[in-house]
């Protein structure tokens, strides 16, 4: 698939504000930074080929979904022993308000906003 100029712009101007909080937010739950950050990179490059728009909140909103269903895929899959915030996550990700998710997200977004602010 062919992508233009302005999409490959639009792109990185997107990965660079969400790289750092998704590959945190993926830490959050693998507790292992190799694999947290492969994740967040491959959500992101996975929406970019699907032509999404990742500046636009509805979007970035999916991204972190993505990125969550990826961690608790790998943690379920994985044949290791879980720490009790992985079992924890685990457990409330079929929650529809998924009180880990809303928090883990609410700490990747404030650690953006500190990193965006020492700049």
Request: hydrophobic share 45%; charged share 30%.
């Amino acid at each position: 698939m062919s992508h233009t100029n302005l999409n490959l712009e639009s792109f990185g101007r997107a990965y660079r504000s969400l790289v750092r909080p998704l590959r945190y937010f993926a830490w959050r739950y693998m507790q292992n930074e190799d694999i947290a950050r492969d994740i967040a990179d491959d959500v992101l490059l996975e929406f970019y080929h699907n032509d999404a728009d990742l500046e636009q909140t509805k979007v970035q909103s999916q991204v972190y979904r993505a990125v969550k269903w990826v961690c608790i895929d790998r943690l379920i899959n994985a044949g290791e022993e879980m720490s009790d915030a992985q079992r924890l996550a685990v457990a409330l990700a079929p929650e529809e308000d998924d009180p880990f998710f809303n928090a883990v997200l609410v700490e990747a977004e404030w650690l953006n906003k500190i990193d965006e602010v020492g700049a």
